[in-house]
């Protein structure tokens, strides 16, 4: 079982920055962790994914505005956004456990945090 707690969403306008941190009970070392988001009235989607071996796969939509990072000493998971956009907003959560490496739908992940909102306006 991998506990995951997310925080750092918020509000903020078109263009500005975010970084969600990913608490978790083992180390993002050992097993591939990664960001999904979901919108109202939308099918939860991948936004990025890290392997084990620091591998990485981005979603189209957030490639060069989005980064993923993680550090083992705090057994935490990041995601730096920046340059958000409305159609940023969403629930954002943390995932765990894929049983495809590197897979972006949410359907292959184990185990998940209670999700943090980011809001971005106009």
């Known amino acids: 079982q991998v506990r995951l707690v997310e925080s750092g969403g918020g509000s903020v306008q078109s263009g500005g920055s975010l970084r969600l941190s990913c608490a978790a009970s083992?180390?993002?070392?050992?097993?591939?962790m990664g960001w999904f988001r979901q919108a109202p009235g939308k099918e939860r989607e991948g936004v990025v994914v890290?392997?084990?071996?620091?591998?990485?796969r981005y979603a189209d939509s957030v490639s060069g505005r989005f980064t993923i990072s993680r550090d083992n000493a705090k057994n935490t998971l990041y995601l730096q956004m920046n340059s958000l956009k409305p159609e940023d907003t969403a629930m954002y959560y943390c995932?765990?456990?894929?049983?495809?490496?590197?897979?972006?739908?949410?359907?292959?992940?184990?185990?998940w945090g209670q999700g943090t909102q980011v809001t971005v306006s106009s």
């Open positions: 995932a765990a456990g894929a049983r495809v490496q590197l897979s972006l739908h949410y359907y292959h992940y184990n185990y």
């Open positions: 890290m392997d084990v071996d620091g591998n990485t």
């Open positions: 083992e180390s993002p070392y050992n097993v591939e």
